[in-house]
């Protein structure tokens, strides 16, 4: 089954911050699409998510991957080496000092596979037949707490600790992410995306803005408009992507492109 990707990014300071420190990655030809949340004074949150994405870029800018396994170990691989790079800076420059990212990537394969790699608390998720699943699971000190059935699915996501991370690429010389498999249909519609998103605004309203916009750039605006009704706290970044029912004109492009604020995007 040949696969044709649809994709749109949105991404935008938010109404609070100063600064847009997410960064994405939309790479059709490879079928890559990453988003990156950087943390850190001084800037510093922006070098690393750029550094996170510019490093997948450069790993796996080139063909697509062909089995799973070579793609998975390719993927990881590539998130080490984005952890290690950010960690190098921020122990050599001392504004840098502590900065570190998020990110989630997913890679397309043939036969219907998709690969995710995953540290912190941006998102991936997947709407097919109208429902929405998340596909990672957020390092947080929260979602920890979750887990153990001392916080509710309510509670967690209004917690003031929401964003405390227990694992960011470059905090720690090496950082192991999740690799998770997913599989992917003609009509599936994935998203990546910062907290910025996922703290304002509910999954069913994430849900509705994916049903209900006819193509990804829709989409990913409405995400954003909702995140700054929300209020805006966070830099807030959508990457949504569409596997589409049937070969359509888009096949070609979009042209690939990074991006780490909303003036390159
Ligand atoms: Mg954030």
Redesign the pocket.
């Known amino acids: 089954m040949e696969m044709q990707l649809a994709h749109a990014v949105a991404t935008d300071v938010g109404r609070v911050r100063d600064q847009n420190e997410?960064a994405w990655l939309a790479v059709p030809a490879g079928r890559l699409f990453a988003v990156a949340?950087g943390m850190g004074g001084h800037a510093a949150g922006e070098v690393a998510s750029r550094l996170a994405v510019e490093t997948l870029a450069d790993a796996l800018e080139g063909a697509p991957p062909v089995d799973p396994d070579s793609a998975g170990s390719e993927l990881g691989r590539a998130v080490l080496e984005a952890g290690r790079r950010i960690h190098e800076q921020a122990e050599r420059v001392p504004e840098r000092r502590g900065m570190g990212t998020t990110v989630t990537a997913l890679r397309f394969l043939e036969g219907g596979q998709a690969l995710l790699v995953h540290v912190g608390d941006s998102r991936a998720y997947r709407l097919r037949d109208g429902g929405l699943r998340r596909l990672t699971r957020d390092h947080t000190w929260v979602q920890e707490q979750l887990d153990r059935g001392l916080i509710s699915e309510a509670g967690a996501r209004r917690h003031p600790a929401s964003?405390v991370l227990t694992r960011a690429l470059g905090t720690e010389p090496r950082v192991e992410p999740d690799l998770v498999e997913v599989d992917w249909r003609p009509g599936d519609v994935f998203l990546l995306c910062?907290?910025?998103l996922t703290g304002p605004v509910e999954e069913g309203d994430i849900a509705r803005a994916l049903r209900d916009s006819p193509d990804p750039e829709s989409a990913a605006a409405e995400l954003v408009r909702l995140a700054n009704q929300g209020g805006g706290p966070?830099?807030v970044t959508a990457v949504v992507v569409r596997v589409a029912t049937e070969p359509t004109s888009e096949a070609a492009g979009p042209r690939p492109a990074r991006g780490g604020s909303a003036a390159q995007a």
Request: charged fraction near 50%; hydrophobic fraction near 0%.
């Open positions: 997410d949340d964003s910062s907290d910025g966070d830099n």
